[in-house]
């Protein structure tokens, strides 16, 4: 059947067609393995090309909620984990923020707004897209990651209420501004069984554990060779331990067994000195730190052991103290806690009978507010507390010092009573 002209041009433009296609397919493969090859992953976001960085003061707009899921704030850098790289951008006509897992994408909703380019983002489906006149070389930090730790209190006297334990709450302040994470508290009965279980079970979870207590002389003090077993280790005496207690008390006789088995540690175990303190920490296993129970002992020691610990520097806390009741407060916390899902928004009701019925004074306030975030200033700790305080009629002030009672109530709208 013969062609008509028409119809042979159009066959003839749909052949040309298809060979130029093939032919540049190789083509768009290269552009798109050079595209990639200017892509790094950071667990689950994605960055190609960033515009200026002297565009970053704009950039704590980012930090509102952390794509990645570690809550960083978002200022010069962005930051995640651990190590720097270098981004060097191949567009030049936009800037994309990837967020590669989908559970990240869905806690983009910071992303989705007038961002640091200039440029209104569009809708954040996974990709957000804006125009920028040029992108260049970026500096993406990993800071170290936050240490964890757990603490082990041992002494039937503290589960018998004989005595109070104050150990633990001085280490959660101080592993607080040290930079540690303090994740869990355990208090246990002077059993050397229960002992090495959970020395075992925590030391394996966490990069340290302290435990509290049970390393006198008398029977019951068995906490040496109940954590040395958790590590298959036998105790013997430390002759280190033994010379200090002769050089730093010679009065003392130290040749009693019950005084001579204060110095049966762990073997092999690290000793961490305190300055006048013959009783050392002893470091088990790498990562247990085995302490007195004396208040004031334990403080001491701690102290000294603080620096070594790894510690990132304290969270950013914010404190905001208000008039009104936690059924008042409860839905507004909600919304911004669901707003910023990677801050810790913790709400705690005054426990001492001031200002629990508004009898006490127009001042005085009732709940206490605390914000913490990883950043620094006018991160997004700062952001969090602005909307906590507009959702609870609160004032800002410290942990240890509520703000004056003419401000609480001038925050709270002032009035006689206290408003649930």
């Not at 006018?378 to 507009?390: K, M, S």
Request: glycine share 12%; hydrophobic share 45%; proline share 7%.
């Amino acid at each position: 059947m013969a062609l008509s002209k028409t119809r042979f041009a159009a066959l003839a433009v749909a052949v040309m067609t298809l060979l130029t296609a093939a032919a540049a397919a190789p083509a768009a493969d290269a552009a798109a393995a050079a595209a990639d090859a200017a892509t790094v992953e950071y667990e689950s976001l994605r960055i190609e090309g960033l515009s200026d960085v002297a565009d970053a003061p704009a950039l704590t707009g980012l930090a509102d909620r952390s794509p990645y899921g570690g809550g960083y704030g978002c200022r010069a850098y962005f930051k995640c984990q651990q190590k720097t790289e270098k981004v060097v951008a191949k567009h030049t006509y936009a800037c994309y923020f990837k967020i590669a897992s989908s559970a990240a994408a869905r806690s983009a909703g910071g992303l989705c707004r007038p961002n640091p380019y200039g440029c209104v983002a569009a809708k954040c489906g996974g990709w957000v897209k804006c125009k920028c006149d040029k992108c260049q070389t970026v500096s993406i930090t990993y800071p170290r990651p936050r240490p964890t730790a757990a603490a082990i209190i041992i002494g039937d006297e503290v589960l018998t209420g004989k005595v109070l334990d104050t150990n633990s709450h001085h280490l959660a302040r101080a592993l607080f501004e040290a930079g540690v994470s303090l994740s869990h508290i355990e208090v246990i009965p002077d059993v050397p069984a229960t002992i090495t279980a959970a020395v075992a079970r925590l030391s394996a979870a966490h990069t340290h554990v302290f435990t509290s207590g049970g390393i006198g002389p008398t029977h019951d003090d068995v906490t040496y060779a109940a954590v040395g077993a958790a590590f298959g280790l036998p105790t013997a005496p430390c002759d280190a331990v033994l010379d200090r207690m002769a050089a730093l008390q010679p009065e003392v006789d130290w040749s009693l067994p019950a005084r001579r088995r204060m110095a049966e540690l762990p073997d092999p175990c690290e000793l961490r000195w305190t300055d006048g303190l013959w009783v050392p920490t002893a470091v088990v296993g790498g990562n247990v730190y085995v302490l007195p129970g004396v208040p004031r002992l334990f403080r001491r020691m701690l102290d000294g052991l603080l620096p070594a610990l790894g510690g990132v520097g304290a969270l950013d806390r914010r404190v905001i103290y208000t008039r009104r009741g936690e059924g008042s407060i409860a839905a507004g916390l909600a919304a911004v806690a669901a707003a910023y899902p990677h801050v810790a928004i913790g709400s705690y009701p005054r426990v001492d009978g001031a200002g629990a019925d508004g009898s006490s004074g127009p001042g005085d306030w009732r709940v206490r507010v605390t914000v913490e975030a990883e950043g620094g200033p006018g991160g997004v700790a700062d952001a969090v507390a602005a909307r906590v305080v507009a959702a609870t009629g609160g004032v800002l002030g410290e942990l240890d010092a509520a703000p004056p009672a003419a401000a609480v109530a001038a925050a709270g709208g002032g009035g006689g009573g206290a408003p649930e």
